[in-house]
């Protein structure tokens, strides 16, 4: 299984970004996928996850009305579109695959399966 994630850049506060992670060699049935995020100094936190269904998600509280994530099962992709963003936000982030037994996931990093490389999301004035 390899992930792609991309789309990070510089943007301002209040700005937005994409990103997105691309799935290759995987059935995108019976798994979960998440956005994590790291900042510098600090531990690596789960900012969202979204199950096989493309319906039932998960946002940390900091970014709930802000972000979105989705996912397009076809296309073995999923995004996080980033609104209204802060210097809070600023961290690599990371995508990550793991189990969706169907009744429930669990959006926790020590969950997750696979890993993509990161990308790195920076927000300055």
């Known amino acids: 299984v390899q992930l792609q994630a991309s789309g990070g850049g510089l943007v301002q506060p209040g700005g937005s970004l994409r990103i997105s992670c691309v799935a290759s060699r995987l059935s995108m049935d019976g798994y979960v996928i998440g956005w994590f995020r790291q900042a510098p100094g600090k531990g690596r936190e789960a900012v969202s996850c979204i199950g096989y269904d493309a319906v039932s998600t998960y946002y940390t509280e900091s970014v709930k009305g802000r972000f979105t994530i989705s996912r397009d099962n076809a296309k073995k992709t999923v995004y996080l579109q980033m609104n209204s963003l802060e210097l809070e936000d600023t961290a690599v982030y990371y995508c990550?695959?793991?189990?969706?037994?169907?009744?429930?996931?669990?959006?926790?990093?020590?969950?997750?399966?696979?890993w993509g490389q990161g990308t790195q999301v920076t927000v300055s004035s």
């Open positions: 990550a695959v793991g189990p969706d037994s169907g009744s429930g996931y669990a959006c926790y990093d020590s969950s997750m399966w696979w």
